[in-house]
């Protein structure tokens, strides 16, 4: 159902992964709603994103802040990618008070989003999970390398891409985090975690 | 996506980045290649700027093809739903829209994700599994849309050979069919070629005799430990205890 869900790996692992995102709803809160979503942008960059980016134009990798800030649009998704819930929690509440009217997702683990909420005085609306993968399992990659695919909701990420990167890091052509910004420019929406990515390089490098 | 031969200079730079494995290495004929009935066009080969020559070229898409790029290309807008991409708000806007209420939630089978990239074939397969429940697949959803009968969950005849990279079937049904739909994705996900990822989504407010974690677990599943939460700061918010008064549609 969408980008970000449906990341794998281990509670430690995920506790370093966090997006925050904002869009407005077609056809309802739409018109206008531009300038908002470049709002929610200025007010994620103070915070240091390790990625961020938007549906319409591209991820931190390979557009400019200002070329990021000039596309946004009344139909952008904006997001932002961070790797602890002190951020998250001040993002919320920095949000709370700027009440721009979008909407605003965060996505992670589900108890530690649900404090962050309560942080910055906000209550869980919907929330959704992810049930796992059905069929024919036998076709996909080995757990590890899935770690690192699912963080691009899109599939733009390559499983092969992450096997030949590997082996890079380990001749020594790379480092954990020069693979992981690799890594990091298909997934379009800016959401693949770049940090998260080169610990999971790490260990796969030693393992 | 093609590769010009004449160009091409092997140095196969190209082939780890396709998340689909369309493009095969033929060393005895010397020739790096698109498999065009594995290929998804998701533009991934091309937008990472690797061919050193120019030969990996985006052809031009004609129907019914040009069902591979929406679905697979994240920058491809959707005409209708105007979401770039296979997706649609779902729960992102609930807060807005009021898409998901009280006693309901919301399932989405993405087919061939993660990863996997899924065909028409099971994508049909699966979605007239999930109609036979009565479900009303969402019609903001561009799958729902390209579907012939959504009523059977049913596809042009001639979009039935085409391949994505995934492609999500979406519904909201009430809490009291969810035992139904599980067990048909269960059956139906023992007849595919392919794999779903399955989710499931509720709000927060006014479900909570029955939170959706306990929910999931009297299925016989686990909830991930991560997932989506709308914060609920969109504007104006959905009046959701009026719909319940049935006085808001």
Same mark, same amino acid.
């Given at each position: 159902m969408t980008h970000t869900l449906h990341r794998s790996g281990s509670r430690e692992s995920l506790q370093d992964d966090y997006i925050v995102f904002a869009m407005s709803a077609k056809g309802m809160n739409e018109r206008g709603s531009a300038p908002k979503l470049q709002e929610f942008l200025k007010m994620a960059l103070k915070y240091n994103p390790t990625n961020y980016g938007d549906m319409k134009t591209g991820n931190s990798l390979v557009k400019s802040d200002a070329q990021l800030m000039d596309g946004v649009q009344d139909v952008s998704i904006v997001h932002a990618v961070f790797h602890d819930t002190d951020t998250v929690a001040a993002l919320l509440n920095d949000l709370a008070r700027a009440d721009l009217g979008v909407s605003v997702v965060v996505s992670g683990l589900t108890d530690e989003a649900a404090q962050c909420c309560h942080h910055a005085h906000l209550e869980p609306h919907t929330v959704e999970y992810s049930l796992g993968i059905w069929g024919k399992?036998? &076709? &996909?990659?080995e757990p590890a390398i899935r770690d690192v695919t699912t963080m691009c909701g899109h599939g733009q990420v390559s499983a092969g891409l992450v096997q030949r990167l590997v082996k890079q890091i380990k001749r020594g052509k790379l480092t954990c985090e020069q693979a992981a910004d690799l890594l990091a420019k298909p997934c379009v929406c800016g959401v693949f975690n770049r940090k998260r990515a080169a610990a999971l390089l790490q260990r796969m490098v030693e393992s | 996506m093609i590769i010009d031969e004449s160009l091409c200079t092997r140095c196969t730079e190209c082939v780890a980045y396709c998340p689909v494995q369309a493009i095969h290495i033929h060393k005895a004929e010397k020739r790096v290649q698109v498999s065009l009935d594995e290929c998804v066009e998701c533009g991934v080969c091309l937008r990472a700027q690797v061919c050193p020559t120019g030969a990996l070229q985006q052809q031009p898409l004609s129907w019914p093809r040009t069902i591979r790029s929406a679905l697979s290309d994240p920058l491809v807008v959707h005409p209708e739903t105007r979401i770039p991409g296979r997706g649609t708000e779902e729960m992102k806007t609930n807060d807005v829209t009021g898409r998901y209420r009280v006693g309901r939630v919301g399932l989405a089978l993405e087919m061939g994700r993660p990863g996997a990239g899924a065909g028409f074939r099971d994508i049909q397969r699966v979605a007239q599994k999930m109609a036979t429940l009565g479900v009303t697949f969402e019609p903001l959803n561009p799958v729902t849309k390209m579907m012939s009968d959504p009523t059977a969950g049913t596809f042009p005849r001639e979009i039935l050979g085409e391949r994505v990279l995934s492609a999500i079937i979406e519904f909201d049904l009430p809490v009291a069919q969810l035992p139904q739909a599980i067990q048909a994705a269960r059956e139906v996900a023992q007849e595919i070629d392919t794999v779903f990822s399955l989710d499931i989504c509720a709000l927060v407010h006014g479900n909570e005799k029955l939170p959706l974690p306990d929910l999931i677990r009297q299925q016989g599943l686990e909830p991930s430990l991560n997932g989506k939460t709308n914060v609920g700061l969109g504007r104006p918010i959905f009046d959701f205890a009026l719909a319940a008064e049935g006085q808001v549609s």
């Amino acid at each position: 159902m969408t980008h970000t869900l449906h990341r794998s790996g281990s509670r430690e692992s995920l506790q370093d992964d966090y997006i925050v995102f904002a869009m407005s709803a077609k056809g309802m809160n739409e018109r206008g709603s531009a300038p908002k979503l470049q709002e929610f942008l200025k007010m994620a960059l103070k915070y240091n994103p390790t990625n961020y980016g938007d549906m319409k134009t591209g991820n931190s990798l390979v557009k400019s802040d200002a070329q990021l800030m000039d596309g946004v649009q009344d139909v952008s998704i904006v997001h932002a990618v961070f790797h602890d819930t002190d951020t998250v929690a001040a993002l919320l509440n920095d949000l709370a008070r700027a009440d721009l009217g979008v909407s605003v997702v965060v996505s992670g683990l589900t108890d530690e989003a649900a404090q962050c909420c309560h942080h910055a005085h906000l209550e869980p609306h919907t929330v959704e999970y992810s049930l796992g993968i059905w069929g024919k399992t036998e &076709l &996909l990659p080995e757990p590890a390398i899935r770690d690192v695919t699912t963080m691009c909701g899109h599939g733009q990420v390559s499983a092969g891409l992450v096997q030949r990167l590997v082996k890079q890091i380990k001749r020594g052509k790379l480092t954990c985090e020069q693979a992981a910004d690799l890594l990091a420019k298909p997934c379009v929406c800016g959401v693949f975690n770049r940090k998260r990515a080169a610990a999971l390089l790490q260990r796969m490098v030693e393992s | 996506m093609i590769i010009d031969e004449s160009l091409c200079t092997r140095c196969t730079e190209c082939v780890a980045y396709c998340p689909v494995q369309a493009i095969h290495i033929h060393k005895a004929e010397k020739r790096v290649q698109v498999s065009l009935d594995e290929c998804v066009e998701c533009g991934v080969c091309l937008r990472a700027q690797v061919c050193p020559t120019g030969a990996l070229q985006q052809q031009p898409l004609s129907w019914p093809r040009t069902i591979r790029s929406a679905l697979s290309d994240p920058l491809v807008v959707h005409p209708e739903t105007r979401i770039p991409g296979r997706g649609t708000e779902e729960m992102k806007t609930n807060d807005v829209t009021g898409r998901y209420r009280v006693g309901r939630v919301g399932l989405a089978l993405e087919m061939g994700r993660p990863g996997a990239g899924a065909g028409f074939r099971d994508i049909q397969r699966v979605a007239q599994k999930m109609a036979t429940l009565g479900v009303t697949f969402e019609p903001l959803n561009p799958v729902t849309k390209m579907m012939s009968d959504p009523t059977a969950g049913t596809f042009p005849r001639e979009i039935l050979g085409e391949r994505v990279l995934s492609a999500i079937i979406e519904f909201d049904l009430p809490v009291a069919q969810l035992p139904q739909a599980i067990q048909a994705a269960r059956e139906v996900a023992q007849e595919i070629d392919t794999v779903f990822s399955l989710d499931i989504c509720a709000l927060v407010h006014g479900n909570e005799k029955l939170p959706l974690p306990d929910l999931i677990r009297q299925q016989g599943l686990e909830p991930s430990l991560n997932g989506k939460t709308n914060v609920g700061l969109g504007r104006p918010i959905f009046d959701f205890a009026l719909a319940a008064e049935g006085q808001v549609s």
